[in-house]
Protein backbone atom coordinates (compact mmCIF):
# COMPACT_ATOMS: atom_id res chain seq x y z
CA UNK A 1 0.00 0.00 0.00
CA UNK A 2 1.57 3.44 -1.18
CA UNK A 3 2.62 5.96 2.31
CA UNK A 4 -0.05 8.76 1.83
CA UNK A 5 -0.67 10.66 4.81
CA UNK A 6 -2.41 14.05 5.91
CA UNK A 7 -0.10 15.54 9.05
CA UNK A 8 -2.20 17.80 10.71
CA UNK A 9 0.22 20.21 13.12
CA UNK A 10 -1.59 22.28 15.99
CA UNK A 11 -2.66 25.92 15.17
CA UNK A 12 -2.93 25.01 11.39
CA UNK A 13 -6.25 25.36 9.52
CA UNK A 14 -4.76 22.91 7.12
CA UNK A 15 -2.96 19.48 6.79
CA UNK A 16 0.76 18.67 5.42
CA UNK A 17 0.07 15.86 2.50
CA UNK A 18 2.90 13.78 2.64
CA UNK A 19 2.59 11.05 -0.68
CA UNK A 20 5.13 8.08 -1.73
CA UNK A 21 7.58 9.34 -4.33
CA UNK A 22 6.67 13.23 -3.75
CA UNK A 23 8.13 16.04 -1.66
CA UNK A 24 6.32 18.21 0.22
CA UNK A 25 8.24 21.04 0.51
CA UNK A 26 7.93 23.99 3.34
CA UNK A 27 9.19 27.42 2.99
CA UNK A 28 9.68 30.26 5.54
CA UNK A 29 11.79 33.08 6.98
CA UNK A 30 14.30 32.73 9.76
CA UNK A 31 12.48 32.84 13.04
CA UNK A 32 9.01 31.18 11.49
CA UNK A 33 9.30 28.19 13.37
CA UNK A 34 10.50 25.57 10.87
CA UNK A 35 13.01 23.73 12.70
CA UNK A 36 9.73 22.98 15.74
CA UNK A 37 8.14 21.91 12.71
CA UNK A 38 10.54 19.35 11.56
CA UNK A 39 10.39 17.91 15.33
CA UNK A 40 6.59 17.63 15.74
CA UNK A 41 6.63 16.10 12.30
CA UNK A 42 8.87 13.92 13.61
CA UNK A 43 7.20 13.23 17.03
CA UNK A 44 4.06 12.51 15.36
CA UNK A 45 5.16 10.15 12.79
CA UNK A 46 7.35 8.02 15.15
CA UNK A 47 9.39 4.91 13.70
CA UNK A 48 8.27 6.27 10.30
CA UNK A 49 10.25 9.14 10.40
CA UNK A 50 13.77 9.91 9.38
CA UNK A 51 14.59 13.15 10.27
CA UNK A 52 17.90 15.10 9.21
CA UNK A 53 18.29 18.43 11.17
CA UNK A 54 19.66 21.76 9.83
CA UNK A 55 22.46 21.59 12.45
CA UNK A 56 24.28 18.42 11.51
CA UNK A 57 28.24 17.25 11.40
CA UNK A 58 29.78 15.87 8.13
CA UNK A 59 32.81 13.88 9.91
CA UNK A 60 32.75 11.08 6.95
CA UNK A 61 35.12 8.61 8.18
CA UNK A 62 35.88 5.36 6.66
CA UNK A 63 37.99 4.26 9.59
CA UNK A 64 35.31 3.73 11.71
CA UNK A 65 34.76 0.93 13.91
CA UNK A 66 32.86 -2.18 11.80
CA UNK A 67 30.20 -3.15 13.45
CA UNK A 68 26.86 -5.95 12.71
CA UNK A 69 24.78 -4.28 10.25
CA UNK A 70 21.53 -4.31 12.59
CA UNK A 71 23.31 -2.30 15.30
CA UNK A 72 24.90 0.31 12.68
CA UNK A 73 21.48 0.64 11.36
CA UNK A 74 19.79 0.48 14.70
CA UNK A 75 22.47 3.60 15.91
CA UNK A 76 21.60 5.59 12.66
CA UNK A 77 17.75 5.75 13.27
CA UNK A 78 18.12 5.90 16.99
CA UNK A 79 21.17 7.30 18.49
CA UNK A 80 21.80 4.19 20.47
CA UNK A 81 22.46 -0.14 19.86
CA UNK A 82 20.71 -1.02 23.03
CA UNK A 83 17.34 0.64 23.07
CA UNK A 84 15.65 -1.33 25.98
CA UNK A 85 18.32 0.89 28.33
CA UNK A 86 15.85 3.65 27.67
CA UNK A 87 12.07 1.42 27.28
CA UNK A 88 11.29 1.53 23.64
CA UNK A 89 12.86 3.00 20.04
CA UNK A 90 11.24 6.78 20.41
CA UNK A 91 13.00 7.14 23.92
CA UNK A 92 16.33 5.80 22.67
CA UNK A 93 15.87 8.14 19.71
CA UNK A 94 15.23 11.62 21.72
CA UNK A 95 17.80 10.51 24.76
CA UNK A 96 20.72 9.36 22.31
CA UNK A 97 20.25 10.54 18.94
CA UNK A 98 18.72 14.09 19.69
CA UNK A 99 20.43 14.81 22.98
CA UNK A 100 17.06 15.25 24.90
CA UNK A 101 16.71 18.92 22.54
CA UNK A 102 15.67 17.79 19.15
CA UNK A 103 15.57 21.26 17.95
CA UNK A 104 19.03 22.46 19.03
CA UNK A 105 20.95 19.00 19.37
CA UNK A 106 24.05 18.74 16.48
CA UNK A 107 22.62 15.59 14.82
CA UNK A 108 26.43 13.60 14.30
CA UNK A 109 25.71 10.41 12.61
CA UNK A 110 28.27 10.15 9.73
CA UNK A 111 30.08 8.06 11.85
CA UNK A 112 26.87 5.43 11.92
CA UNK A 113 26.00 5.97 7.99
CA UNK A 114 29.12 5.14 7.42
CA UNK A 115 29.18 1.83 9.69
CA UNK A 116 25.51 0.91 7.92
CA UNK A 117 27.65 1.31 4.64
CA UNK A 118 30.16 -1.02 5.59
CA UNK A 119 28.41 -3.74 7.18
CA UNK A 120 26.10 -4.45 4.39
CA UNK A 121 28.65 -4.54 2.42
CA UNK A 122 30.17 -7.05 4.14
CA UNK A 123 27.23 -8.90 4.64
CA UNK A 124 26.49 -8.80 0.65
CA UNK A 125 29.58 -9.69 -0.14
CA UNK A 126 29.83 -12.68 2.29
CA UNK A 127 26.29 -14.20 1.08
CA UNK A 128 27.63 -14.09 -2.82
CA UNK A 129 30.84 -15.78 -1.78
CA UNK A 130 29.28 -18.33 0.05
CA UNK A 131 26.83 -19.08 -3.05
CA UNK A 132 29.62 -18.97 -5.35
CA UNK A 133 31.43 -21.79 -2.99
CA UNK A 134 28.78 -23.81 -2.15
CA UNK A 135 27.75 -23.85 -6.32
CA UNK A 136 24.16 -22.36 -5.44
CA UNK A 137 23.23 -19.90 -7.91
CA UNK A 138 24.17 -16.43 -7.17
CA UNK A 139 21.17 -14.33 -6.33
CA UNK A 140 23.15 -10.55 -6.86
CA UNK A 141 21.95 -7.66 -5.01
CA UNK A 142 23.37 -4.53 -5.36
CA UNK A 143 24.71 -2.91 -2.25
CA UNK A 144 23.98 0.94 -0.68
CA UNK A 145 27.24 2.02 -1.41
CA UNK A 146 27.31 0.72 -5.09
CA UNK A 147 23.81 2.79 -5.28
CA UNK A 148 25.46 5.85 -3.43
CA UNK A 149 28.49 5.87 -6.16
CA UNK A 150 26.30 6.18 -9.21
CA UNK A 151 24.14 8.96 -8.29
CA UNK A 152 26.95 10.60 -6.67
CA UNK A 153 29.12 10.68 -10.03
CA UNK A 154 25.72 11.76 -12.13
CA UNK A 155 25.36 14.85 -9.90
CA UNK A 156 28.84 15.04 -9.39
CA UNK A 157 30.84 14.04 -12.78
CA UNK A 158 33.91 15.39 -12.34
CA UNK A 159 34.48 13.32 -9.24
CA UNK A 160 34.94 9.65 -8.97
CA UNK A 161 34.20 7.42 -5.55
CA UNK A 162 36.32 4.63 -5.09
CA UNK A 163 35.53 1.52 -2.53
CA UNK A 164 37.40 -1.35 -1.01
CA UNK A 165 36.14 -3.03 1.57
CA UNK A 166 37.15 -0.76 4.00
CA UNK A 167 37.99 2.63 2.59
CA UNK A 168 36.53 5.12 0.22
CA UNK A 169 38.49 7.08 -2.02
CA UNK A 170 37.83 10.10 -3.83
CA UNK A 171 39.18 11.12 -7.62
CA UNK A 172 38.98 14.51 -9.25
CA UNK A 173 38.19 14.05 -13.28
CA UNK A 174 39.17 17.58 -15.00
CA UNK A 175 37.37 18.30 -18.61
CA UNK A 176 40.06 16.68 -20.85
CA UNK A 177 38.46 13.48 -18.80
CA UNK A 178 41.93 13.65 -17.14
CA UNK A 179 42.18 11.89 -13.45
CA UNK A 180 43.85 13.57 -10.23
CA UNK A 181 45.50 11.82 -7.08
CA UNK A 182 42.70 10.09 -5.26
CA UNK A 183 42.34 11.53 -1.89
CA UNK A 184 40.72 10.19 1.03
CA UNK A 185 36.52 11.09 1.57
CA UNK A 186 37.93 12.99 4.80
CA UNK A 187 39.50 15.71 2.46
CA UNK A 188 36.23 15.82 0.48
CA UNK A 189 34.99 19.42 -0.09
CA UNK A 190 31.66 20.66 1.82
CA UNK A 191 29.63 20.29 -0.34
CA UNK A 192 31.23 16.59 -2.00
CA UNK A 193 30.77 15.63 2.14
CA UNK A 194 26.84 17.39 1.77
CA UNK A 195 25.89 15.10 -1.33
CA UNK A 196 26.84 12.00 -0.11
CA UNK A 197 25.94 12.51 2.88
CA UNK A 198 22.04 13.22 2.12
CA UNK A 199 22.27 10.58 -0.90
CA UNK A 200 23.24 7.78 1.67
CA UNK A 201 20.81 8.73 4.34
CA UNK A 202 18.23 8.35 2.14
CA UNK A 203 19.02 5.06 0.58
CA UNK A 204 19.31 3.62 3.80
CA UNK A 205 16.42 4.29 5.65
CA UNK A 206 14.01 1.87 6.09
CA UNK A 207 10.98 1.02 3.60
CA UNK A 208 8.31 3.95 3.32
CA UNK A 209 9.69 6.30 5.79
CA UNK A 210 9.26 10.14 5.37
CA UNK A 211 11.48 11.65 4.81
CA UNK A 212 12.23 15.21 6.70
CA UNK A 213 15.29 17.26 5.50
CA UNK A 214 15.76 20.50 7.24
CA UNK A 215 17.53 23.50 5.07
CA UNK A 216 18.58 20.71 2.10
CA UNK A 217 20.68 23.46 0.68
CA UNK A 218 23.32 23.75 3.14
CA UNK A 219 26.57 23.29 1.28
CA UNK A 220 25.07 22.59 -1.68
CA UNK A 221 25.76 24.97 -4.33
CA UNK A 222 22.25 25.51 -6.27
CA UNK A 223 23.48 24.63 -9.33
CA UNK A 224 23.07 21.04 -8.41
CA UNK A 225 20.74 20.86 -5.69
CA UNK A 226 17.54 20.41 -8.02
CA UNK A 227 19.45 18.09 -9.41
CA UNK A 228 20.50 16.10 -6.05
CA UNK A 229 17.23 15.91 -5.25
CA UNK A 230 15.40 14.75 -8.60
CA UNK A 231 17.96 11.65 -8.13
CA UNK A 232 16.95 11.32 -4.35
CA UNK A 233 12.89 11.60 -5.44
CA UNK A 234 13.84 8.87 -8.08
CA UNK A 235 15.70 6.41 -6.15
CA UNK A 236 13.44 6.08 -3.19
CA UNK A 237 9.54 6.26 -4.77
CA UNK A 238 8.50 4.59 -1.27
CA UNK A 239 9.71 7.18 0.65
CA UNK A 240 7.92 10.93 1.47
CA UNK A 241 10.24 13.85 1.86
CA UNK A 242 9.16 16.32 3.55
CA UNK A 243 11.81 18.74 2.44
CA UNK A 244 11.76 22.37 5.05
CA UNK A 245 13.73 25.57 3.39
CA UNK A 246 14.25 29.25 3.66
CA UNK A 247 16.00 29.23 -0.20
CA UNK A 248 12.76 30.35 -1.92
CA UNK A 249 14.54 29.63 -5.03
CA UNK A 250 15.33 26.17 -4.44
CA UNK A 251 11.37 25.97 -3.24
CA UNK A 252 10.08 27.51 -6.46
CA UNK A 253 11.93 24.89 -8.65
CA UNK A 254 10.72 22.08 -6.93
CA UNK A 255 7.51 20.37 -7.91
CA UNK A 256 5.15 18.80 -5.15
CA UNK A 257 3.32 20.32 -2.66
CA UNK A 258 3.95 23.82 -1.48
CA UNK A 259 3.26 25.35 1.99
CA UNK A 260 4.30 28.69 3.31
CA UNK A 261 4.93 29.15 7.55
CA UNK A 262 3.99 32.27 8.21
CA UNK A 263 4.22 31.93 12.23
CA UNK A 264 4.79 29.83 15.17
CA UNK A 265 3.67 30.66 18.91
CA UNK A 266 4.59 27.35 21.60
CA UNK A 267 1.42 27.92 22.88
CA UNK A 268 -0.64 28.32 19.39
CA UNK A 269 0.78 26.74 16.88
CA UNK A 270 1.86 26.88 13.41
CA UNK A 271 0.25 29.51 10.92
CA UNK A 272 0.42 27.85 7.79
CA UNK A 273 -0.74 28.79 3.93
CA UNK A 274 -0.83 26.65 1.02
CA UNK A 275 0.98 28.00 -2.15
CA UNK A 276 -2.02 28.89 -4.28
CA UNK A 277 -2.29 28.84 -7.98
CA UNK A 278 -2.53 32.20 -8.77
CA UNK A 279 -4.34 33.26 -12.30
CA UNK A 280 -1.47 35.16 -14.16
CA UNK A 281 1.45 34.13 -12.33
CA UNK A 282 3.66 30.96 -12.50
CA UNK A 283 3.83 28.36 -9.27
CA UNK A 284 7.60 29.25 -8.68
CA UNK A 285 6.72 33.20 -8.45
CA UNK A 286 4.02 32.95 -6.01
CA UNK A 287 6.32 30.68 -4.12
CA UNK A 288 8.39 33.37 -3.60
CA UNK A 289 5.90 36.42 -2.94
CA UNK A 290 4.19 34.34 -0.46
CA UNK A 291 7.35 33.06 1.16
CA UNK A 292 8.90 36.83 1.79
CA UNK A 293 7.58 38.54 5.27
CA UNK A 294 8.31 41.92 3.08
CA UNK A 295 6.50 43.65 0.30
CA UNK A 296 7.30 43.00 -3.17
CA UNK A 297 9.26 45.29 -4.90
CA UNK A 298 8.96 43.75 -9.16
CA UNK A 299 11.76 45.64 -11.33
CA UNK A 300 12.87 45.37 -14.76
CA UNK A 301 16.23 43.35 -15.67
CA UNK A 302 16.68 39.54 -14.59
CA UNK A 303 18.55 37.44 -12.31
CA UNK A 304 22.24 38.19 -11.73
CA UNK A 305 22.25 41.41 -13.72
CA UNK A 306 23.67 44.67 -11.86
CA UNK A 307 20.35 45.82 -11.77
CA UNK A 308 19.23 43.75 -8.69
CA UNK A 309 22.24 44.33 -6.93
CA UNK A 310 21.12 48.40 -6.75
CA UNK A 311 17.69 47.63 -5.76
CA UNK A 312 18.28 44.79 -3.21
CA UNK A 313 20.89 47.10 -1.32
CA UNK A 314 18.67 50.20 -1.38
CA UNK A 315 15.45 48.77 -0.84
CA UNK A 316 16.84 46.64 1.82
CA UNK A 317 12.91 46.21 3.36
CA UNK A 318 11.56 44.64 0.04
CA UNK A 319 11.81 41.38 -1.78
CA UNK A 320 13.04 42.52 -5.00
CA UNK A 321 11.87 40.31 -7.70
CA UNK A 322 12.90 40.85 -11.79
CA UNK A 323 10.73 40.68 -14.20
CA UNK A 324 12.61 41.35 -17.40
CA UNK A 325 11.08 44.74 -19.18
CA UNK A 326 8.62 47.22 -18.37
CA UNK A 327 5.42 46.12 -19.34
CA UNK A 328 6.44 42.57 -17.48
CA UNK A 329 7.05 44.81 -14.35
CA UNK A 330 3.05 46.48 -14.91
CA UNK A 331 1.51 43.19 -15.56
CA UNK A 332 3.20 41.72 -12.51
CA UNK A 333 2.16 44.59 -9.96
CA UNK A 334 -1.76 44.60 -11.22
CA UNK A 335 -1.77 40.68 -11.35
CA UNK A 336 -0.82 40.55 -7.53
CA UNK A 337 -3.10 43.14 -6.37
CA UNK A 338 -6.52 41.82 -8.39
CA UNK A 339 -5.39 38.08 -7.25
CA UNK A 340 -7.15 38.07 -3.89
CA UNK A 341 -5.27 35.03 -2.42
CA UNK A 342 -2.42 37.14 -2.44
CA UNK A 343 -3.72 40.47 -0.75
CA UNK A 344 -1.95 40.23 2.21
CA UNK A 345 1.36 40.62 0.73
CA UNK A 346 1.92 44.21 -0.90
CA UNK A 347 3.73 45.01 -3.86
CA UNK A 348 4.70 48.06 -6.05
CA UNK A 349 7.00 48.20 -9.65
CA UNK A 350 9.85 50.39 -10.68
CA UNK A 351 11.06 50.83 -14.34
CA UNK A 352 13.08 52.64 -16.42
CA UNK A 353 12.57 56.62 -17.26
CA UNK A 354 12.84 56.09 -21.16
CA UNK A 355 11.60 59.20 -22.32
CA UNK A 356 8.38 59.36 -20.55
CA UNK A 357 6.52 62.45 -20.20
CA UNK A 358 4.23 63.71 -17.25
CA UNK A 359 1.13 62.40 -17.75
CA UNK A 360 3.27 59.11 -18.55
CA UNK A 361 4.57 59.10 -15.29
CA UNK A 362 1.37 59.85 -13.52
CA UNK A 363 -0.61 56.95 -14.95
CA UNK A 364 2.30 54.65 -13.92
CA UNK A 365 1.87 56.26 -10.46
CA UNK A 366 -1.99 55.32 -10.34
CA UNK A 367 -0.66 51.60 -11.49
CA UNK A 368 1.71 51.56 -8.09
CA UNK A 369 4.86 52.04 -10.52
CA UNK A 370 7.65 54.18 -10.19
CA UNK A 371 10.30 55.32 -12.48
CA UNK A 372 13.93 55.69 -12.13
CA UNK A 373 15.28 59.25 -13.16
CA UNK A 374 17.80 57.54 -15.70
CA UNK A 375 16.79 56.15 -18.81
CA UNK A 376 18.99 52.56 -17.83
CA UNK A 377 19.77 51.98 -14.22
CA UNK A 378 23.70 51.77 -15.41
CA UNK A 379 23.50 55.82 -15.94
CA UNK A 380 22.55 55.90 -12.00
CA UNK A 381 26.49 55.88 -12.10
CA UNK A 382 27.47 58.99 -14.23
CA UNK A 383 24.97 61.28 -12.48
CA UNK A 384 27.32 63.73 -10.98
CA UNK A 385 26.80 62.93 -6.99
CA UNK A 386 27.11 59.62 -7.43
CA UNK A 387 30.12 59.74 -9.93
CA UNK A 388 31.73 61.71 -7.10
CA UNK A 389 31.20 59.38 -4.05
CA UNK A 390 32.97 56.71 -7.02
CA UNK A 391 36.01 59.35 -7.46
CA UNK A 392 35.94 59.98 -3.57
CA UNK A 393 36.11 55.99 -2.79
CA UNK A 394 38.97 55.49 -5.21
CA UNK A 395 41.00 58.29 -3.31
CA UNK A 396 40.27 61.05 -5.47
CA UNK A 397 40.25 64.50 -4.07
CA UNK A 398 40.04 67.81 -4.53
CA UNK A 399 41.03 69.53 -7.70
CA UNK A 400 41.94 66.03 -9.50
CA UNK A 401 38.47 64.64 -8.59
CA UNK A 402 36.78 67.76 -10.30
CA UNK A 403 38.97 67.43 -13.28
CA UNK A 404 37.82 63.82 -13.81
CA UNK A 405 34.70 64.72 -12.83
CA UNK A 406 34.31 67.05 -15.99
CA UNK A 407 36.08 64.54 -18.33
CA UNK A 408 33.19 61.65 -17.85
CA UNK A 409 30.57 64.66 -17.90
CA UNK A 410 32.50 65.91 -21.48
CA UNK A 411 32.69 61.83 -22.68
CA UNK A 412 29.15 61.49 -22.02
CA UNK A 413 28.50 64.47 -24.54
CA UNK A 414 30.84 63.30 -27.09
CA UNK A 415 29.58 60.18 -27.52
CA UNK A 416 25.60 61.74 -27.37
CA UNK A 417 27.17 64.73 -30.25
CA UNK A 418 27.88 61.52 -33.12
CA UNK A 419 24.89 61.14 -35.68
CA UNK A 420 24.85 57.62 -35.44
CA UNK A 421 24.79 57.30 -31.72
CA UNK A 422 21.52 59.33 -31.62
CA UNK A 423 19.56 57.61 -34.56
CA UNK A 424 19.93 54.21 -32.32
CA UNK A 425 18.59 55.65 -29.17
CA UNK A 426 15.75 57.58 -31.67
CA UNK A 427 14.43 53.94 -33.03
CA UNK A 428 15.00 52.02 -30.06
CA UNK A 429 12.64 54.59 -28.55
CA UNK A 430 10.06 54.54 -31.73
CA UNK A 431 10.36 50.54 -31.52
CA UNK A 432 9.29 50.14 -28.08
CA UNK A 433 6.65 52.81 -28.54
CA UNK A 434 5.31 51.14 -31.20
CA UNK A 435 5.51 47.93 -29.23
CA UNK A 436 3.82 49.60 -26.48
CA UNK A 437 0.69 50.76 -28.24
CA UNK A 438 0.22 47.51 -30.39
CA UNK A 439 -0.08 45.65 -27.57
CA UNK A 440 -2.63 47.78 -26.01
CA UNK A 441 -5.21 47.70 -29.24
CA UNK A 442 -8.24 46.31 -27.63
CA UNK A 443 -10.12 44.06 -30.24
CA UNK A 444 -12.80 42.85 -27.46
CA UNK A 445 -15.83 44.52 -29.12
CA UNK A 446 -14.75 43.39 -32.22
CA UNK A 447 -17.47 40.80 -33.35
CA UNK A 448 -16.20 39.85 -37.39
CA UNK A 449 -13.27 39.83 -38.92
CA UNK A 450 -13.91 43.27 -40.88
CA UNK A 451 -14.49 44.96 -37.77
CA UNK A 452 -11.46 43.70 -36.16
CA UNK A 453 -9.40 44.97 -39.75
CA UNK A 454 -11.42 48.54 -39.11
CA UNK A 455 -10.18 48.51 -35.24
CA UNK A 456 -6.79 47.46 -36.06
CA UNK A 457 -6.21 50.51 -38.94
CA UNK A 458 -8.09 52.93 -37.11
CA UNK A 459 -5.99 52.45 -34.12
CA UNK A 460 -2.91 52.13 -35.81
CA UNK A 461 -3.49 55.01 -38.31
CA UNK A 462 -2.83 57.31 -34.94
CA UNK A 463 0.81 56.40 -34.77
CA UNK A 464 2.94 59.23 -36.02
CA UNK A 465 6.33 58.09 -35.98
CA UNK A 466 7.51 60.79 -37.44
CA UNK A 467 6.42 63.12 -34.79
CA UNK A 468 7.32 60.64 -31.99
CA UNK A 469 11.39 60.51 -33.55
CA UNK A 470 11.15 64.32 -33.46
CA UNK A 471 9.78 64.08 -30.22
CA UNK A 472 12.64 62.42 -28.58
CA UNK A 473 15.06 63.57 -30.81
CA UNK A 474 14.47 66.98 -29.57
CA UNK A 475 14.75 66.06 -25.98
CA UNK A 476 18.13 64.60 -26.31
CA UNK A 477 19.14 67.83 -28.27
CA UNK A 478 17.93 70.21 -25.92
CA UNK A 479 20.07 68.31 -23.16
CA UNK A 480 23.26 68.81 -24.82
CA UNK A 481 22.23 72.41 -25.88
CA UNK A 482 21.45 73.16 -21.84
CA UNK A 483 24.81 71.06 -20.78
CA UNK A 484 22.26 68.98 -18.61
CA UNK A 485 23.53 65.63 -17.69
CA UNK A 486 20.88 64.61 -16.26
CA UNK A 487 18.57 65.31 -18.51
CA UNK A 488 20.53 63.49 -21.00
CA UNK A 489 20.86 60.39 -18.96
CA UNK A 490 16.81 60.23 -18.69
CA UNK A 491 16.99 59.63 -21.94
CA UNK A 492 19.87 58.24 -23.59
CA UNK A 493 20.12 54.61 -23.25
CA UNK A 494 23.60 53.25 -24.64
CA UNK A 495 24.12 50.83 -22.60
CA UNK A 496 27.63 49.52 -22.92
CA UNK A 497 28.88 52.82 -24.23
CA UNK A 498 28.02 54.60 -21.40
CA UNK A 499 29.01 51.99 -18.76
CA UNK A 500 32.43 52.09 -20.50
CA UNK A 501 32.78 55.70 -19.56
CA UNK A 502 31.61 55.20 -16.44
CA UNK A 503 34.32 52.50 -15.83
CA UNK A 504 36.59 55.27 -16.44
CA UNK A 505 35.64 56.86 -12.92
CA UNK A 506 37.84 53.58 -11.61
CA UNK A 507 39.63 50.98 -13.45
CA UNK A 508 38.56 51.09 -16.90
CA UNK A 509 37.60 48.09 -17.32
CA UNK A 510 33.97 47.17 -17.38
CA UNK A 511 33.86 43.88 -15.98
CA UNK A 512 36.17 44.67 -13.59
CA UNK A 513 34.13 48.14 -12.73
CA UNK A 514 30.84 46.12 -12.54
CA UNK A 515 32.31 43.55 -9.97
CA UNK A 516 33.53 46.44 -8.15
CA UNK A 517 30.34 48.36 -8.22
CA UNK A 518 28.28 45.39 -6.94
CA UNK A 519 30.86 44.43 -3.96
CA UNK A 520 30.91 48.41 -2.78
CA UNK A 521 26.86 49.09 -2.46
CA UNK A 522 26.46 46.01 -1.14
CA UNK A 523 29.47 47.15 1.76
CA UNK A 524 28.54 47.38 4.93
CA UNK A 525 31.88 49.13 6.07
CA UNK A 526 31.42 52.13 3.91
CA UNK A 527 27.82 53.08 2.57
CA UNK A 528 28.99 56.01 0.71
CA UNK A 529 27.72 54.79 -2.76
CA UNK A 530 24.59 53.10 -1.33
CA UNK A 531 23.44 56.48 0.24
CA UNK A 532 24.47 57.96 -2.77
CA UNK A 533 22.30 55.70 -4.98
CA UNK A 534 19.10 55.85 -2.72
CA UNK A 535 19.50 59.73 -2.90
CA UNK A 536 18.58 59.76 -6.53
CA UNK A 537 16.71 56.69 -6.81
CA UNK A 538 12.47 57.06 -6.76
CA UNK A 539 10.62 56.46 -3.05
CA UNK A 540 8.19 53.42 -4.03
CA UNK A 541 5.08 52.73 -1.54
CA UNK A 542 3.57 49.20 -0.99
CA UNK A 543 -0.30 48.67 -2.05
Not at 47 to 71: F, N, T, Y
Not at 334 to 348: I, S
Not at 427 to 437: A, E, K, S, T
Request: hydrophobic residues 45%.
Amino acid sequence: MSLSIDLQLPGAEIALELRAGMSTIVVGANGSGKTQLATNCEEQLGEQAHRISAQRMLALDPGVEKISERMARERLRYGARKEELFGDYMSARKNWRWGQAQAQFILNDAVALMQVLFAEQANIGVAVNEAAISGAPVVGRETTLRKLKAIFHRVLPARRLTTTADNITVTAIDAQGVEGEPYSITKMSDGEKAVFYMVGQVLVAQQGSVFIMDEPEIHVHRAILGRLWDELESARPDCAFLLITHDLEFAASRAGRKYVVRNYAPLTGWQIEEVPEAKGFSEDLVTLILGSRKPVLFVEGQQGSLDLAFYRACYPNWTVIPRGGCQDVIYSVATMRRNAMLTRVTCAGLVDADGRDADDRARLASLGVSVLPVAEIENLLLLPDVARVILAKNDFAGPELEKRLAEIKAAVFADAAVRANINEVVLGYVRRRVDQMLKNIDFSADKSVDSLAQSYTAQTGKLDIPTIAASIEKTITDAIAADDLPALLAIYDRKRPLLAIAAKLRTGHINDFTAWVTRAIQSKDDDRLRLAVEAVLPPVLAA
